[in-house]
């Protein structure tokens, strides 16, 4: 019988915060959700006085609530759910029911499952929609407006895991993000300063501007009150109803005639027919470990199961990693798998090969072969390097009493998706961008793709998100994952290092300097101020071509550190990671 939970934080230097493992206070009570970017707890899992479960995401009331759960003996899985309808509601530029993504579990039994929720392209979708009339791609066509916009696969995915491995009832875990929508709660700085720069965008739409603009004009200051009234009751709906409520009835038809009105083409099947699928997890044989990945529509299997096993042929750890030669090998290995990526991945029904071969072990001990720390390897063709930094994407970590862990990539695409609110009070994506609009052309992350991925109706677009959960002994090690369009793949990839290669703490795995190359442009992008002039100066000698950008990725991540788990939300954007212990012995 669990009578006290108590969270410790490392940013509070082990204050112990005990609370009441009762209901769920009413909204206007809410606990002050501050932002901690770390939590310890000294425990095992399950033990008389062990851990209770652990989560951590961007958001802090949306941590808050997962916590409730698991302390409520819900599962991981139950957690996550409520995290994820939570952040719909608490952190709108990228948690959603409009958006889609991924969902990776690990049983307490040892079996893991991958849920792809991902968004379809429309049935009316079509080759030549994102093309102008001189047959160029039009940018705006698939990122502003509703066009922009894929089937959202949000609720059916939660849907669908709480009917598969669910245990608290699905209205119990929905209720925390109505109460908040409902009743409001206090947006972060970083919220109020995102919706203040937005402000035009946002008053091109009605529904928007009736949520994200002030009535009073003036700007939003940090712990306004942020209330979303049609939001909540789309989330009864859902909560009372089901995933129905999203597959026909009044909700849907709104959606569909704003859509029309707006220039897009979604219809009443798309929501009827959307599936959310099951697919295989991809299983990397890494140090003395297991690295459960996702595979297509996911980059995430391909790109970690050769960078992986590809780097671990030079000695990293003896050159440390800070050094040029560890930097610029890890540049090269990201480059040659982001090669590989655009050339050849899309929505698995459509991809004519087996992408597995691209992991066989002679191909990569011939690019092993081909990698020299000394040298820089152009692409092809150069490309100017698109302005995106990685402000939008989501992705939150849970792990249960019992051992079970889930992690969750999320988004709408871009920040705030579409920039257009549906009728129900969520915004929808703009994922159709993430498709080859005209094959061989850059999209908005520069990434240059192939007719793999070109639009077709019914089709996933090929995604960088790539949740992953490390097994050592039988037993989770650690739950990571990162938004951040492409620097998604490479931050995964480098925390990796970090944790098993360079053997740093967990906070430090996550907070250490990040760096990416992808295919095209050629460039290394690195986090200003972070790596070193001595590295810079280095990588510059070999012709590498450098720019700074401000920061890459986001990542929400729990490990275990010897007897203690460790969750870590990044400091870079500041959401929160705690963990609850049972009992009272501290
Ligand atoms: O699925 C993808 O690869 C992109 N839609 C992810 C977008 C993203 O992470 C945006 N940035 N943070």
């Not at 991809?351 to 066989?360: A, G, H, K, P, V």
């Given at each position: 019988m669990i009578e006290q939970t108590r969270i410790w934080s490392a940013v509070a230097l082990l204050t112990v915060v005990t609370i009441a493992c009762q209901a769920a206070p009413a909204p206007s009570e809410r606990v002050d959700a501050s932002r901690e970017t770390g939590a310890r707890a000294v425990a095992e899992l399950g033990s008389a006085t062990g851990v209770l479960g652990a989560a951590a995401s961007a958001e802090s009331h949306a941590t808050l609530e997962a916590m409730r759960v698991l302390e409520e003996g819900g599962s991981a899985v139950d957690a996550a759910i409520t995290l994820g309808f939570a952040l719909a509601v608490t952190y709108p530029n990228a948690g959603n029911l409009g958006g889609g993504g991924f969902f990776l579990y690990r049983s307490p039994e040892g079996e893991s499952w991958y849920l792809d929720f991902r968004e379809v392209a429309p049935l009316a979708a079509t080759l030549e929609m994102y093309l102008d009339e001189e047959g160029d791609p039009d940018r705006k066509a698939s990122t502003r407006g509703w066009k922009a916009a894929g089937v959202p696969g949000s609720v059916f995915g939660m849907w669908e895991a709480h009917q598969r491995w669910g245990s608290l009832p699905w209205a119990r875990l929905i209720q925390p993000a109505i109460e908040l929508a409902e009743y409001g709660f206090e947006i972060s700085f970083a919220e109020a300063a995102a919706l203040n720069r937005l402000k035009s965008a946002f008053s091109e739409d009605a529904y928007a501007a009736s949520v994200f603009v002030r009535s009073d004009g003036r700007p939003w200051i940090q712990r306004d009150v942020l209330r979303q009234p049609a939001l909540a009751s789309t989330l009864s709906a859902i909560a009372t109803e089901g995933e129905s409520a999203l597959r026909e009835g009044s909700i849907v038809r709104a959606i569909v005639a704003a859509s029309q009105e707006g220039g897009g083409v979604l219809a009443m099947e798309d929501f009827a027919e959307y599936e959310p699928i099951i697919r295989p997890v991809h299983t990397i044989a890494w140090h003395d470990m297991e690295v459960l990945t996702i595979t297509p529509p996911s980059s995430g299997s391909l790109f970690l199961g050769q960078t992986l096993p590809v780097l671990e042929e030079f000695p990293l750890a003896q050159w440390g990693w800070r050094d040029p030669r560890t930097v610029q090998l890890i540049g090269e290995a990201e480059a040659a798998a982001f090669r590989d990526r655009n050339r050849w991945l899309g929505d698995p029904a459509s991809?004519?090969?087996?992408?597995?071969?691209?992991?066989?072990p002679s191909y990569l001990g011939q690019r092993a072969l081909a990698l020299d720390p000394e040298l820089y390897t152009s692409p092809d063709e150069d490309l100017p390097m698109p302005p995106?930094?990685?402000t939008e994407t989501t992705h939150y970590s849970v792990l249960d009493a019992q051992g079970g862990a889930v992690a969750v990539t999320t988004t709408l695409n871009s920040s705030y998706g579409a920039k257009v609110m549906a009728p129900g009070g969520f915004l929808m994506n703009n994922e159709m961008d993430d498709f080859a609009a005209l094959p061989g052309h850059a999209n908005q992350y520069g990434l240059v793709q192939s007719e793999a991925n070109a639009v077709i109706a019914g089709r996933r677009p090929l995604s960088s998100m790539s949740p992953v959960i490390v097994v050592k002994n039988g037993k989770v090690d650690s739950v990571i994952g990162s938004p951040g369009g492409p620097t998604i793949l490479t931050t995964v990839l480098q925390v990796l290092l970090n944790r098993y290669t360079f053997e740093m703490a967990p906070e430090d795995a996550v907070a250490a300097p990040r760096f990416h190359r992808q295919d095209r442009p050629p460039t290394l992008r690195y986090e200003a101020g972070r790596l070193g002039r001595p590295t810079l100066q280095a990588l510059q000698a070999l012709g590498q071509p450098l720019a700074e950008i401000r920061s890459l990725g986001d990542v929400n991540a729990i490990f275990r550190d010897g007897s203690e788990w460790v969750a870590v939300a990044d400091s870079r954007r500041g959401g929160l990671g705690q963990v609850a212990v049972i009992g009272s012995d501290g």
């Open positions: 991809m004519e090969f087996s992408w597995i071969d691209l992991l066989d995106f930094e990685s």
